[in-house]
């Protein structure tokens, strides 16, 4: 019996236990733009996890995705960029079709800021918000934002920390693009990449040791970032062949349009093409959206779509199914301790429960759970072995 008591201490140890969030008087949600888990890690966040990116992982899409609760589906912003006859346009805020967070603060008598280190997601992710700030616009009492990634950077935490003195809003969404950029232009295995991993990382302890006690900080990304060495210049082989077919590039996967007779056969046998998304398979992608393509391109590993001259631009891009795992970071008020396994869309249901909001909407995500951690692998195999052993040595006596 006593043997047998070990056993299900032990057991009782590494088996999974779900913990609750609290509640927090502000939220800082923190998108650390292309931050790759293999890139960004940090240490002593009493919540660990994994994000899954929605598909295709890019900008627009991820953030919309984190702001709304909703999927690309149901949100409608499938990429950065459109089809407009055959034409590439941005997107804009009115084409978001789904409540954002920063609408449900102001619901409940809340104030929502964006911060972003790119103007051209200032305007779409934040046109809500109480108050967005961008290097292109920003308060008086801001000093001027540097030109330099890395000056700029750590201009984003500036901000977040003076416009917490003087407006002290509930919520701060914030995107840091430096490791985006950098993962760009030499690629995330580059050493570039992990210099500007160390200062963001930096940056966000000194984050995290000044909150109070009221504050929850939430670090995650918008989508991973892969190396890339080759290209498919979809546009100009469909050209060449004679189809009329319009592809629209998204990074690591393109989007075509109005496909011809014979259009499919010929860009599933082109070097670079990993696999053909059909649109009986959207739902499950969630970007069964009235405005979805008419078919998906995902690209092997080391391609990615776009003309080649511009190749030379190019060590690193995101867009497939590669991408898709982002870290995933808690602390600080109502963050209980454990590991949690979430999607992009169960952010804002986490922050809206954080926050005491009363949403007036229905998310496609949920409050994720929090896991505690467990022995894992070996240790499991450890606790096993040494019950193995205690009981046979009882049986034999």
Not at 95 to 105: P, V
Not at 161 to 186: A, K, M, Q, S, W
Not at 257 to 286: K, M, Q
Request: hydrophobic share 40%; glycine share 10%; aromatic share 8%.
């Amino acid at each position: 019996m006593k043997v047998l008591a070990v056993f299900m201490t032990l057991l009782l140890v590494t088996m999974s236990a779900y913990g609750e969030f609290g509640h927090a008087s502000q939220v800082i949600l923190l998108v650390v733009d292309g931050g790759d888990p293999e890139v960004l890690s940090l240490e002593g966040f009493p919540v660990e996890g994994q994000g899954t990116a929605v598909f295709p992982p890019m900008t627009s899409t991820g953030h919309i995705s984190l702001l709304t609760g909703v999927y690309p589906s149901h949100h409608g912003i499938l990429a950065n960029e459109y089809n407009d006859e055959q034409k590439t346009r941005t997107y804009t805020s009115d084409m978001i079709e789904a409540k954002t967070l920063f609408e449900i603060l102001k619901e409940n008598r809340k104030k929502g800021i964006f911060i972003s280190g790119k103007k051209g997601l200032a305007a779409l992710a934040g046109a809500t918000a109480n108050l967005t700030v961008s290097p292109d616009s920003y308060p008086v009492y801001l000093r001027d934002p540097p030109q330099d990634q890395e000056g700029l950077t750590r201009w984003l935490f500036e901000a977040i920390t003076e416009i917490d003195i003087r407006e002290h809003p509930d919520f701060f969404c914030v995107n840091i693009p430096i490791l985006d950029g950098v993962g760009h232009t030499y690629g995330p295995s580059s050493e570039e990449c992990e210099e500007a991993a160390r200062l963001v990382e930096d940056l966000i302890y000194s984050l995290r040791d000044s909150l109070d006690s009221e504050t929850a900080l939430i670090v995650t990304s918008d989508h991973g970032m892969s190396s890339v060495s080759k290209t498919v210049p979809i546009h100009a082989l469909l050209r060449a062949a004679g189809y009329a077919t319009w592809p629209l590039h998204v990074g690591r996967c393109a989007f075509l349009y109005d496909v011809e007779e014979g259009a499919r056969e010929f860009v599933s046998n082109l070097e670079g093409v990993e696999r053909i998304v059909e649109p009986d398979a959207y739902p499950t992608l969630h970007v069964d959206h009235e405005s979805a393509p008419d078919l998906i391109l995902v690209a092997k590993k080391g391609y990615l779509f776009i003309p080649e001259p511009l190749l030379q631009y190019y060590r690193g891009m995101h867009g497939s199914f590669d991408e898709q795992d982002i870290p995933l970071y808690m602390t600080g008020a109502g963050i209980s301790s454990g590991y949690v396994e979430c999607s992009q869309v169960d952010i804002a249901p986490l922050v809206v429960e954080l926050l005491g909001l009363e949403p007036g909407v229905a998310f496609d995500g949920s409050v994720p759970q929090v896991q505690e951690k467990k022995v894992q692998g070996y240790g499991i195999l450890v606790v096993a072995g040494v019950v193995l052993y205690l009981i046979g040595r009882n049986l034999w006596r």
